[in-house]
């Protein structure tokens, strides 16, 4: 896991790479006119898009391939993240108009950037969600605003990650649309683009107009500081800067000495002041001090309705009239339901309100009409039986107060619930120390003093002093010291890690022993920590296809609701007026009008939506978070949905399957030379190679080297690379060749019977051979091998057993391919692929009704990870794998493409139990509630226990969530013997 690090800088690294590809296309006409049809005559052209609405690495694909099928397009890259494309293409043959319109064939929406500009992303929590109603009108009000490429609302842990064009909009535009629609928004974070932070200053202190411009020109005077926003309201500076140049550190020490030095202090400022976890505390004790006191008022109303009419003695006392037939129990009833009614039930009123406005109805729509119609009625019977002398009407006060109650009962279980849902994003974002101990050191490196830090002012290349039992404080890599470290926390992995001079460290890791010195490499967004963190809320935030059926349902469901609950009231009201049911079915304390009331306002109550709205998304959260924990990062619900699908699983070889560091383990000594001598001169050839296998030679062959003396390998002249073959220099004046076996047929070198077996043989055991030759004589043979990583063959037996395929492409030779998988156990096997044919291999399994799952490990398997329904990165992979696969595998082990897809089996399986249950729910309530079992059974379901009922829908849902919370892997994974790697080298 020490490339871990470079491994998880995805975002910032694509672009670059992007740059790679493009600067290669255009290097040379030579080259280009190469690859051209001969029909294209002019030189290409390059276009960047603009593409709305894409959501994944499957839309980025989708995009990709209906653009690459237009006739002169000679590449094109695409973007998910950023919703950007660029492609290269010959004018004369296609325009960019062509372009933009096949892209709006298939769905997304398509426009040209003359000039690229710098996209930033912005988090706002919003207070007043209440169902999927809510989070959808948010969601389109946000889409509505010009510049607003993409919006996510996530009504479970009432959140919006909103990605726009700064240029055209501002996150403080995206906080009134927010509010105009009728919420509370409150800023997290912004995140800008490639190569910017952000970072806002809180400045305490005597100053003046005049010191606050000194400190905005003396912050724009540093060296990297791209913008400086100074906001006298609230004494914040925000400031954009290269991390690369500087940092925090430098801002505060050139504010503090700018001007009346001393008289002014800089912190750094957090933006939305509170965290998640604070404001979650803070609902949750607003609802509880809200229930307590909705309890004091409501317990004695329900004591004078349902318990105290039953004891003589007080009976006759709550039956006293005190103005014609208004009595004391009413009068009682009244003045107590009255504040629950008006003062705690005051948000469903503004909800109502705030909803109506926008021209929707939620659930604070169905709660106050609820609780309107039975208060309402009830303050008429209190008026009329104070001004009628035989006038015997019931109230329904109680009906109104513990509805109330119970639905904030409701709420304070579901927020108290809902808070467990995140706990996994809580204690990753705990993970990062306080503070950190910074070293000072000298020119020569020595150290001359230290310091203890906030740990948030840590700087790039800031060296750090790590001492036994602390934590990391920042990503970078050992300069000093030996230790070993348990990154558990981050990986998953349990063993701890040792940390030498050279290693990668991760922030947030736990040094168990020995002291070590750290330079520090990544810090803030760019770490590792903040970008798995950001991975998993990104996820919790992203919609799971299936959530979509809840959405469409909001959208209608309240309106209907209402109707059917008009319908109901007006139905029974109806027939008892026409005396279509015995006078016998109404309870003595009631009229024909009063038990049609309760029955609408039931249907009213019982149907809140809101258990709908949470039954993917809590689900979802507790799915990724537990993933997180155990080193799978699964990028959102969609990625969940397809996963538990998967019916296929195409593995590339090197770096998968196997460890990726081959290793020398056979030589044979053709001739006389000594096996030190011969190693000499072949390592002196291959150090100038970047081959892995020339590199795994030079390794071997330091065994043989006199690590006393600590010579350097001899000089190689005219050293060439031929590609695909080997390479050739001339080493003390003698010609080296070390290659394959073209590359000495090429050169006329004989090979003879023995070193055609041992060839052959080197094949049979998936081993690469490379043959020596010196001075036109072969003179050796090398086997390579790669081994094969720990339990890989149990791995695939276990994916058999869950009746899902298993498929091997790689673009490594027929012979070692076939050997690999008799090995692992895989019988269908694709070799000396290129990119595009592993991509085009993908295509033809889905096309034979395969949902595939790509696992690959380098920019090679991207686009094949790109192509599948399912991309899993392996950690220990490239930027550009990690980027397009939709999960990655942190602790590059196998076993952990069976816990991801048996994680995605569970957790989907969990949402379809939320749906049951919440559509069941309402499904069986609501024609009870409307007393369909009434005339048979006269059983009726009083509002307030409806309203219980509701409340409990909610809370259950998400408790069945949570349970998830307790998933284990399967057995089976436990039970594997994991072993050692082992060498045999002859």
Known sequence: MGTLLGDLSMVTKLTSMWKERLSEWSVGSGSLRETAPQEYEEAASMAVFRIVGMTCSACAGSVERAIKRLPGIHEAVVDALNNR????????????????????????????????????????????????????????????????????VALAIEEAEIHYDPSLVSSEKLLEAIENAGFEAILISTRTGEDVSKISLKIDGEFTDESITIIERSLQAIHGVQKVEINPGNDKISVLYNPDVTGPRNFIRVIESTVFAGHIKATIFTEGGVGRDSQNQGEIKQYYKSFLWSLVFTAPVFLTAMVFMYIPGVKNMLMFKVVNMLNVGEIIRWVLATPVQFFIGWRFYIGSYKALRRGSANMDVLVALGTNAAYFYSLYTVLRAATSPDFMGVDFF?????????????????????????????KLMNLAPETAMLLNLDNEGHVTGEEEIDGRLIQKNDIIKIIPGAKVASDGYVIWGQSHVNESMITGEARPVAKRKGDTVIGGTLNENGVLHVKVTRVGSESALAQIVGLVES??????????????????????????????????????????????WIPSSMVSFELALQFGISVMVIACPCALGLATPTAVMVGTGVGASQGVLIKGGLALERAHKVTCIVFDKTGTLTMGRPVVVKT???????????????????????????????????????????????????????????????????????????????????IPDDAQELLAEAEEMAQTGILVSINGELAGFVAVSDPLKPIAR???????????????????????????AREVGIDSVFAEAKPKQKAEKVKELQAMGHVVAMVGDGINDSPALVAADVGMAIGAGTDIAIEAADIVLMKSNLEDVITAIDLSRKTFSRIRLNYVWALGYNLMGIPIAAGVLFPYTRFRLPPWIAGAAMAASSVSVVCCSLLLKNYKRPKKLDNLEIREIQVERV
């Not at 109680?398 to 409701?410: Q, V």
């Not at 791995?795 to 298993?806: E, G, Y």
């Open 668 to 750: 044979k000594i053709l001739n006389s030379m000594v096996i030190g001598d011969f190693y000499e001169i072949v390592a002196a050839t291959e150090v100038n190679s970047e081959h892995p296998l020339a590199k795994a030679i030079v390794e071997y062959a330091k065994i043989f080297k006199d690590e006393q003396e600590n010579r350097a390998w001899p000089e190689a002249r005219d050293f060439v690379s031929i590609t695909g073959k080997g390479v050739k220099a001339t080493v003390r004046g003698i010609k080296v060749m070390v290659g394959n076996k073209k590359l000495m047929c090429d050169h006329g070198v004989s």
């Open 539 to 584: 996820a919790q935030l992203a919609k799971a296809p299936v959530q979509k059926l809840a959405d469409q349902i909001s959208k209608f469901f309240v309106p209907l609701v209402i109707f059917v609950s008009l319908s109901t009231w007006l139905a029974w009201f109806i027939a008892g007026k026409l005396h279509w049911y015995p006078e016998s």
């Open 398 to 426: 109680e009906t109104s107060a513990m509805l109330i109650s119970f639905i904030i009962l409701g709420k304070y279980l579901e927020v108290l619930a809902r808070g467990k849902t995140s706990e996994a994003i809580a």
């Open 85 to 152: 494309a660029q492609i290269l293409f010959y004018p004369g043959v296609v325009n960019e108009e062509k372009i933009r319109e096949t892209i709006e064939d298939i769905g997304f929406e398509a426009s040209l950037i003359e000039n690229e500009r710098t996209n930033q992303a912005c988090r706002i929590r919003i207070n007043g969600m209440t169902c999927t109603s809510c989070s959808s009108t948010v969601e389109r009000a946000l889409e509505s605003v010009n510049g607003v490429e993409r919006a996510h």
């Open 794 to 820: 149990e791995a695939i037996s276990i994916l058999k057993s869950m009746k899902i395929v298993s498929i091997m492409v790689t673009g490594d030779n027929w012979g070692t391919a076939n050997s690999i």
